[in-house]
């Protein structure tokens, strides 16, 4: 078999697999009915889609959506310990929550892919009163927007100030540390030369955070003045006064910057495409950011109507957080009826498995290339997963329904092999290659042809591990 004969050759679930955490009935019907065009537009939407159940859970969680300032009066009421990690670890459960059952499912995939390309690690006790704020103000409200405009707005945030030490720089001793990682992580790539990195972070001085609010503030009198040139740009720098101007025109030219315009293009194409993606389609996607302003929306669009993603079928494999992520969308089980339990239980497993959401503690964030992410333990505590979620032994608290083998499978199949056809086609897309049905029979000692009674243990207790079986398959894990 090739990789591509492990995944269904429909079109639109090749759509579903990589613009969202996973099919589910309801995403595939709805794709069904508009197709992928119209799909995809509404996608680009979001604030139009109604999204309650995400919303409800997020309700749940209300440390998450806090302001600087929201945090640090719950420090002052001493409702939180300051340093404390509630909040953060509140965005942690909430990212999951919305991963998970937020019909705005093209929007999350973005944030999770702006969290770490503009990379601050959460939790992390230096960002404790600002990280749920960063990812509110910054992150989430420009996903789908201009990245110039992202750009500028995590250079302005508290969160990717400390992160990145810029709140510590001065005229007096600029620190590199910003201006580095904007030019390599966040922009142009390499191709920088020490002096760019020298003249960036002296551009980016004044740039800072005050101690009394923890907020943003452009502190004049830390801006190094004189002129800079950071690769094709030029500024004179005369005055204090105006270095706050100065260093957000040097963040429109990186963000304009043709480097920058193939990296954010390439890393696009590898997390909807392929890990070695096509070079002609980053050329082309390339030109589209140039050409619309660094918009992002048009990108995508011109992306997910390449024929290059139409061909790019099983050229993804999941990470451990899409994986944990995917495994309940595809099981269909609903979130528990109250509190954060089961939202808890689902980050401490990605965080076993090494990719609990915005955790990665380099500035670079967490890879998306299948080689990273092979090893052996990972792959064990994955399996380990699919079987504790479908058999609701953890997280117990999510909503499952009465009989899984209804839910799966309808009615009792007459033999084995009709049974994981059913269940197959429910969970992964399309029925299995013969040899595979057969090895799934031979795990309950039978064939695929043997009868299926109603009182066997592969439809009662022993059902979960089929299901189990599925998802730790190549059918389950190809992106």
Same mark, same amino acid.
């Given at each position: ?16 697999? &990589? ?45 998450? +959506?806090?302001?600087?300032? +929201? ?6 009421? +001493? ?24 019909? &705005? ?25 600002? %990280?749920?704020?960063?990812? %509110? ?8 927007? %201009? ?8 250079? &302005? ?31 142009? $790539? ?72 193939? &990296? ?31 918009? /992002? ?51 401490? /497993? ?27 333990? $990972? ?11 479908? #058999? $609701? ?23 084995? +092999? ?30 695929? #042809? ?30």
């Amino acid at each position: 078999m090739t990789v591509t004969d492990f995944l269904p050759g429909d079109p639109l679930l090749h759509v579903l697999r &990589r613009a969202t955490y996973g099919p589910t009935p309801a995403a595939t019907a709805e794709i069904r009915r508009l197709g992928a065009p119209a799909w995809l537009e509404r996608q680009l939407k979001p604030a139009a889609i109604a999204d309650p159940t995400a919303d409800a859970l997020v309700a749940r969680l209300p440390l998450s +959506g806090l302001t600087i300032d +929201g945090v640090r009066a719950k420090v002052r009421s +001493g409702a939180l310990q300051m340093y404390g990690w509630t909040a953060m670890s509140q965005l942690s459960c909430a990212t999951v929550a919305r991963a998970v059952w937020s019909e &705005r499912q093209l929007l999350e995939v973005m944030v999770d892919f702006w969290s770490n390309h503009l990379n601050v690690t959460n939790p992390s006790g230096d960002v404790w009163d600002n %990280r749920p704020d960063y990812d %509110r103000t910054v992150i989430r409200p420009y996903a789908l927007g %201009r990245f110039a405009d992202l750009l500028k707005a995590s250079a &302005r945030h508290p969160a990717m100030l400390t992160y990145l030490d810029n709140r510590f720089s001065t005229r007096a001793a600029p620190n590199e540390n910003y201006g580095r990682e904007l030019l390599e992580l966040h922009t142009v $790539g390499l191709g920088y030369t020490e002096a760019d990195v020298k003249n960036a972070a002296r551009l980016l001085t004044g740039m800072t955070v005050s101690w009394d609010t923890g907020r943003y503030v452009y502190e004049a009198g830390r801006h190094a003045t004189g002129a800079v040139k950071v690769l094709g740009f030029r500024h004179a720098n005369t005055t204090a006064a105006g270095g706050q101007a100065a260093a957000l025109a040097l963040l429109d030219y990186l963000a304009l910057h043709p480097s920058t315009a193939r &990296r954010i293009a390439t890393k696009l194409c590898v997390r909807f495409v392929a890990d070695d993606p096509p070079a002609a389609l980053v050329t082309r996607l390339a030109k589209v950011y140039l050409s619309n302003g660094t918009a /992002i929306a048009p990108v995508l669009r011109a992306l997910f109507g390449s024929a290059e993603f139409a061909a790019s079928v099983g050229a993804k494999t999941r990470t451990p957080y899409e994986d944990v992520v995917a495994t309940v969308r595809t099981l269909g089980y609903a979130p528990e009826k109250s509190g954060a339990k089961a939202l808890q239980a689902l980050v401490w /497993i990605a965080e076993s498995a090494g990719q609990a959401p915005m955790a990665w503690a380099p500035p670079n964030g967490y890879p998306d290339v299948a080689s990273a992410w092979a090893s052996p333990s $990972g792959q064990l505590i994955r399996w380990n997963a699919h079987l504790n979620i479908a #058999a $609701g032994w953890w997280p117990s608290t999510l909503q499952r329904p009465a009989s899984l083998v209804a839910e799966f499978a309808g009615t009792v199949p007459a033999t084995y +092999g009709a049974l994981i056809d059913a269940v197959a086609t429910r969970l992964v897309g399309r029925t299995l290659a013969p040899a595979h049905t057969t090895a799934l029979a031979a795990f309950y000692g039978k064939t695929p #042809a043997a009868a299926l009674r109603a009182n066997d243990a592969a439809v009662g207790w022993a059902f979960p591990y089929l299901v189990a079986l599925l998802l730790n398959s190549p059918y389950f894990a190809l992106r």
